[in-house]
């Protein structure tokens, strides 16, 4: 299955509780809450570049399964990890404990987060 293709935000859950367990500001939050991004994602084989657009920030992506890559945690720290594939439709890792889960069934997104037991989800549909 491939995950190419763009996405437009349509809902979520728990964004400002895992905000805050993450340690983002509060004024932080309360300006990100509301904003409907979108995301496009190229899937080469075993590569990925993902392009995250949020109003004026955009953010890019790109990692290859398997190999170790730099992301951004919620709070702006650039760590390591490296994103594996589950099944044919779920990719994984894990930043400074936060596990991250992008999963795609038919032309429904879904990002899930989850620190301790703490999970927010962000829910897109193809565009």
Same mark, same amino acid.
């Given at each position: 299955m491939?995950f190419?293709g763009?996405?437009q ?6 964004y ?9 500001p509060d004024?932080i939050i309360?300006?990100?809450k509301?904003?409907r991004?979108?995301v496009?994602? #190229?899937?080469?084989? !075993?590569?990925? %570049?993902?392009t $995250? ?7 890019v992506?790109?990692? +290859? &399964?398997?190999?170790?890559t730099?992301?951004?945690?919620p ?5 390591k990890?490296v ?5 044919n439709?779920?990719l #994984?890792?894990?930043l !400074?404990g936060? %596990?991250l889960? $992008? ?10 987060? +989850? &620190? ?12």
């Amino acid at each position: 299955m491939s995950f190419s293709g763009k996405y437009q935000l349509q809902s979520q859950e728990n964004y400002e509780a895992f905000m805050k367990a993450v340690g983002v500001p509060d004024d932080i939050i309360q300006k990100r809450k509301n904003v409907r991004g979108e995301v496009e994602i #190229v899937q080469n084989g !075993k590569h990925f %570049k993902f392009t $995250t657009t949020a109003d004026t920030n955009v953010r890019v992506y790109e990692f +290859t &399964l398997g190999e170790e890559t730099e992301m951004e945690t919620p709070t702006g720290e650039k760590v390591k990890t490296v994103v594996q594939m589950e099944g044919n439709n779920k990719l #994984v890792a894990t930043l !400074k404990g936060v %596990k991250l889960v $992008t999963e795609l069934n038919g032309d429904t997104l879904t990002n899930t987060m +989850t &620190l301790g037991d703490i999970a927010f989800k962000r829910i897109s549909k193809r565009i």
